[in-house]
């Protein structure tokens, strides 16, 4: 059986009607970066996700370098970020000549460590990027409170995370200042090539923002400030608006894949439940727990699985064996910012990220997306157990510390 990680042509065979009457519209329109789709996309986005204004910009990364722009975000300011996500939450950082600043993260969410990142502030920081990884909210509660006390901007990055919502039920990208999300194809909400959105509820960023998008001028080639060429081009607007009807049934896909993974972990005896943090006879595949969840029902979407991230301690030789078996797997990501090269002028102590350390290691993301089968679900797991069976002939690949004993 075959199993990729990643299978998008079920979704778009599921609207390809309506998707590709949206790019012939878009191309007998002969309007193509920016213009009345963008404009609408960014009206239904702004509905959904219960934001005053948000910008339709070229990429994710894109939303994260106009946002520290907007901020003045520039030399000797240190913007504090975690230390495990995606490269750009920190190169955006630094080039802009910034100093990124890390903190570990939690080990059960991946995210942003509140009590590290309080230990992180000092006098040149200016600003904090949480993230929000794999498809669950940061902490953000507090996360505003620090920034709130220290006088910092927050910029949450939701690339991985549009929809997603917090204990009170607001979805993310409304709290902090600015809120960045991406459209990459292989995102919950992607489009055809890369895209991305601002979203704030400051009517002064805003205006900011929307000028800087367009290279700082206002009217046109009058520029009182430099921006950069952050337009979004309307064919990805089109696509957008095709699919967000849909993001929330297909996320609620994903939350159900999620809880069908629980259930064939538990039955062929790999896991006793989700959120273990350490590793065990009776837990030798630590599943990931979503977090931000009342149980009453009064938030739905507090777990969106942009990726379905699961540890375990002999994760490159279970790698191997699965890509064998025909089942595509990602680790995201073998080595935190701290560790990168490009970095290392910052001169960052590795014991300092302890379970960032073990998360690079140990974790790896299996197949997720909406469309998968039970039985291809049913596929991995038995995969992964009957690698477990015979796991004794490859050693210990990672040897791990206290990090995450008493959590």
């Known amino acids: ?16 009607k309506e998707i590709d009457e949206a790019l012939i519209r878009t191309a007998e ?9 963008v404009e609408a996309m960014e009206k239904e ?5 219960g934001c005053k204004y948000a910008l339709g910009v070229s990429s994710g990364t894109d939303a994260l370098l106009l946002a520290l722009m907007a901020l003045n975000i520039g030399q000797g300011d240190e913007v504090i970020v975690p230390t495990y996500s995606f490269f750009a939450t920190a190169g ?12 570990d993260v939690d080990p059960l969410t991946f995210n942003m460590d509140p009590k590290d990142l309080q230990k992180k502030i000092t006098p040149k920081t200016k600003a904090i990027v949480p993230v929000h990884l794999y498809g669950q909210s940061a902490d953000m509660g507090p996360i505003m409170e620090i920034a709130k006390k220290h006088n910092l901007y927050v910029v949450e990055d939701g690339a991985q995370a549009i929809g997603v919502q917090y204990k009170d039920g607001v979805k993310v990208g409304n709290f902090g200042n600015i809120g960045c999300f991406s459209f990459f194809p292989s995102k919950n909400l992607g489009c055809f090539g890369d895209g991305g959105l601002v979203t704030t509820n400051d009517p002064e960023l805003y205006e900011r923002l929307k000028i800087m998008r367009v290279h700082g001028g206002k009217p046109k080639y009058y520029h009182k400030i430099i921006g950069g060429n952050f337009r979004l081009d309307a064919i990805q607007a089109a696509v957008i608006r095709v699919k967000l009807p849909h993001l929330d049934s297909w996320s609620e896909s994903r939350r159900k894949n999620a809880d069908l993974y629980t259930k ?12 273990h943090l350490e590793f065990n006879e009776k837990n030798k595949v630590l599943l990931p727990k979503a977090v931000y969840n009342p149980g009453d029902g009064s938030v739905k979407n507090y777990h969106i699985y942009n990726q379905y991230v699961l540890r375990v301690e002999k994760r490159n030789a279970l790698r191997k064996f699965l ?7 990602e680790i995201y990501y073998p080595v935190p910012f701290h560790r990168q090269e490009c970095f290392a002028y910052l001169n960052a102590k590795d014991e300092d990220y302890p379970v960032s350390n073990c998360a690079c290691n140990d974790s790896f993301a299996v197949p997720i997306y909406p469309e998968l089968s039970p039985e291809q679900i049913k596929y991995v797991v038995d995969k992964i157990a009957e690698f477990m069976k015979n796991s004794d002939q490859f050693p210990m690949e990672c040897k791990h510390c206290d990090c995450m ?3």
């Open 92 to 103: 955006v950082v630094a080039r802009l000549n910034g100093t990124p600043v890390f903190t």
């Open 405 to 407: 004993k008493g959590r």
């Open 323 to 329: 890509q064998d078996s025909g089942i595509g797997i």
């Open 45 to 49: 986005l702004c509905d959904y996700l």
């Open 29 to 37: 329109s002969q309007m193509f970066i920016l213009g009345p789709e």
């Open 264 to 275: 064939y972990f538990l039955e062929v005896g790999l896991a006793e439940g989700v959120g």
């Open 1 to 16: 059986m075959k199993v990729p990680l990643l299978d998008l042509k079920g979704q778009y065979l599921s609207l390809k």
